[in-house]
């Protein structure tokens, strides 16, 4: 069985060979005046040959279209089926001619019977093949007008399939005149029963085309519209598979090629936000009693965080990977405002008064004001977005208790929920002039402690499922000495 199976579209098209035996038998035994003259027993040992011939001609050829190159596959497939059938039909006329003593008309009406299956047969294995070619990674991609154009197939399969039903049918009326069937009621009733027979036969291998081409359709339009959805979402290095040189073929070549322009571009445009963060964080850095060490460490927070809330479909959409991203990459912004800190307070070795305190709490107002002036001049882009979410909710607490605007629950940004969690746990695990570092377990229990309050439950929840990684990130790239004694 498995052999017998191991060609694409064997078992379609062993349909097809049975199909046409059971046509030929029921017309013939039907309608036609000749073939039901004869024992089925030599009827059978007609007929069953050259099924049996077809079939292990069909196995070769199948083999030798399997060779070919993806591209070539369909016609191939195609062709080759309609061979065998044309061979087959053709074989079957000879003998009712030569050894039955059929006229030739009836010889030829057996053929294009035949002929006609074969077409509609090659046609299923043609879309046989071009489904595989989707599963097989499709065709390169191509520019210009489409080579091999929908319409113009379809015309010409609507030809060829005419044609062959108007070769029968001529035939029908031919042997109804010959006979006289169309002066006589029963051999003109006879002749209707033979027309509505081809006609049905047809109609239901019409109908099985139209479901193929339908599938066909459905699949090409289906890679395309995913791909459009995962590039709207982010993800824009996902391709539509090209499955046919046609129309349909063309628009996914078109729409690769965009993404792939896209792509360039975003590439640029990271390079370009990752030059300006830097400048800004050395304009930061180079004022701060921090190391570069707790901006490292806490963009890894963040996108642990991030990561792990993506997998609960109420941050799914928000947190894509290129949302992820943006929020990442705009973490070290979190204290940009420090810059405009007076240096007395800002690099104080020791604890800060309430006044200074105070003075200290309006780094966020003035990190906003940087940020939104770079919008303004700019526009809003989901980079820049995100960096501002970063700066506005990283000192907000979820209790309302937070700075600067005291923001409650949800109306805190997400990716300063996520930035105010990442930016105390590394504050807890680094070591200041006035605080020694302190444990995983202790920061991990005031998390706890602040889930409600200070932080987003859910946050700290995402925390409690990384911690481990959270915790061997504080022991891999702990600072070397305090920012304070290095100042």
């Not at 027309?195 to 090409?220: D, G, H, P, Q, T």
């Not at 007395?344 to 200074?356: C, F, M, Q, S, V």
Request: proline share 5%.
């Amino acid at each position: 069985m498995a052999k017998f199976v191991e060609s694409p579209g064997a078992l379609r098209s062993a349909a097809h060979h049975v199909l046409s035996a059971v046509f030929v038998t029921v017309y013939g035994y039907s309608v036609c005046n000749f073939i039901n003259g004869l024992e089925v027993s030599l009827w059978a040992a007609t007929l069953v040959p050259v099924l049996m011939g077809q079939w292990g001609l069909r196995t070769v050829i199948a083999r030798r279209v399997s060779a070919a190159s993806p591209d070539r596959r369909p016609q191939l497939a195609f062709f080759g089926e309609l061979s065998v059938f044309v061979i087959g039909g053709s074989v079957v006329g000879i003998v009712n001619t030569l050894f039955h003593g059929f006229p030739p008309g009836s010889g030829l009406k057996a053929m294009l019977g035949f002929v006609t299956i074969g077409l509609f047969a090659g046609l299923d294995q043609g879309f046989v093949r071009t489904r595989l070619r989707f599963e097989e990674g499709g065709m390169p991609p191509f520019a210009g007008a489409p080579r091999a154009p929908f319409a113009v197939r379809l015309g010409l399969s609507f030809g060829l399939v005419m044609a062959l039903v108007l070769g029968v049918v001529s035939l029908l009326v031919l042997r109804g005149i010959e006979d006289g069937a169309v002066r006589d009621v029963d051999g003109f009733r006879r002749l209707i029963v033979e027309f509505a027979f081809v006609f049905v036969i047809i109609l239901c291998y019409v109908a099985n085309c139209a479901r193929e081409v339908e599938k066909l359709l459905a699949k090409a339009v289906s890679e395309q519209v995913v791909t459009l959805g995962e590039a709207r979402d982010g993800r824009v290095r996902r391709r539509a598979v090209i499955g046919t040189h046609d129309e349909i073929g063309f628009v996914s070549a078109e729409i690769n090629r965009l993404l792939d322009e896209l792509e360039r571009a975003h590439a640029t445009t990271t390079r370009t936000n990752d030059a300006i963060m830097q400048a800004l964080i050395g304009l930061t850095g180079a004022r701060d009693n921090e190391t570069g060490g707790h901006l490292q460490r806490t963009q890894h927070y963040v996108g642990i965080l991030c990561e792990q809330l993506a997998l609960d479909p109420q941050h799914a959409a928000a947190l894509t990977p290129q949302g992820i991203e943006n929020i990442v990459t705009a973490a070290p912004l979190h204290d940009i405002g420090k810059v405009a800190v007076p240096d007395a307070i800002l690099r104080k070795p020791g604890r800060l008064t309430a006044e200074e305190f105070e003075v200290m709490k309006t780094h966020v107002a003035h990190g906003l004001a940087v940020m939104d002036k770079v919008i303004a001049d700019v526009g809003v882009t989901p980079y820049l977005a995100a960096a501002r979410d970063v700066i506005a909710g990283h000192h907000e607490q979820w209790n309302g208790a937070g700075y600067p605007l005291g923001l409650k629950g949800t109306q805190i940004p997400l990716a300063g929920r996520v930035m105010a969690l990442a930016d105390v746990y590394d504050a807890l695990r680094s070591e200041r002039v006035y605080k020694p570092a302190m444990s995983h377990a202790e920061a991990r229990q005031i998390l706890i402690d602040g889930a409600g309050a200070q932080f987003d439950p859910m946050v700290v929840a995402a925390f409690l499922v990384a911690e481990p990684r959270f915790e061997r990130i504080a022991s891999s790239c702990a600072d070397a000495e305090p920012a304070a004694k290095a100042a």
